[in-house]
T-cell receptor
């Protein structure tokens, strides 16, 4: 069964460093998402991406964040200068059609020290 | 952003019991999804609902899309230990691409 894959599963970084979280969405999907989940809290939307541009973003997705689809398969989230409060699970999701369901990856746990 | 209130926040039940949880929104949604999340894992889709009043089953799970389009319910019948986890509802309006997640219901099944 097709699945969304995320790498790495765990990323440890120093405060102020840049990190890139990688995702390979399901191959025929057209809509891509990043979500964040701080430990013990609900899943929060960060950004949606369609047709090579951001279609929606939340207040969390400030200038420190950027997304990119550098080729036909990868979808990345970059945090330019990490802060302690960026520590969370980051989930990538994708879907095929506007009204369709989103399928999530297993997540990347980001630990900022 | 949209507020989705999910209740109860946590449940402790005996194996074999039925479970009910619900999700309410301050605004109308066109799609409701229910996910289960195990510790350290990503949310796994359980059931998707697309139409007001729709009732959909997936094994022992049944979910309903509320008539008002502002709520949804998930029922689990005859719970088993592997049902343990956190259950999230998620709703999508017709004005955007994102899904808004509920606060989660933590389910513990006591053998």
């Amino acid at each position: 069964e097709p699945e969304v894959t995320q790498t790495p599963s765990h990323q440890v970084t120093q405060m102020g460093q840049e990190v890139i979280l990688r995702c390979v969405p399901i191959s025929n999907h057209l809509y891509f998402y990043w979500y964040r989940q701080i430990l013990g809290q609900k899943v929060e939307f960060l950004v949606s991406f369609y047709n090579n541009e951001i279609s929606e973003k939340s207040e969390i997705f400030d200038d420190q964040f950027s997304v990119e689809r550098p080729d036909g398969s990868n979808f990345t989230l970059k945090i330019r200068s990490t802060k302690l409060e960026d520590s969370a699970m980051y989930f990538c999701a994708s879907k095929w059609v506007p009204g369709g369901v989103q399928y999530f990856g297993a997540g990347t746990r980001l630990s900022v020290l | 952003g949209q507020q989705l209130n999910q209740s109860p926040q946590s449940m402790f039940i005996q194996e074999g019991e039925d479970v009910s949880m619900n999700c309410t929104s301050s605004s109308i949604f066109n799609t409701w999804l229910w996910y289960k999340q195990d510790p350290g894992e990503g949310p796994v889709l359980l059931i998707a609902l697309y139409k007001a009043g729709e009732l959909t089953s997936n094994g022992r799970l049944t979910a309903q899309f509320g008539i008002t389009r502002k709520d949804s319910f998930l029922n689990i019948s005859a719970s088993i230990p592997s049902d343990v986890g956190i259950y999230f509802c998620a709703g999508q309006s017709n004005t955007g691409n994102q899904f808004y997640f509920g606060t989660g219901t933590s389910l513990t099944v006591i053998p």
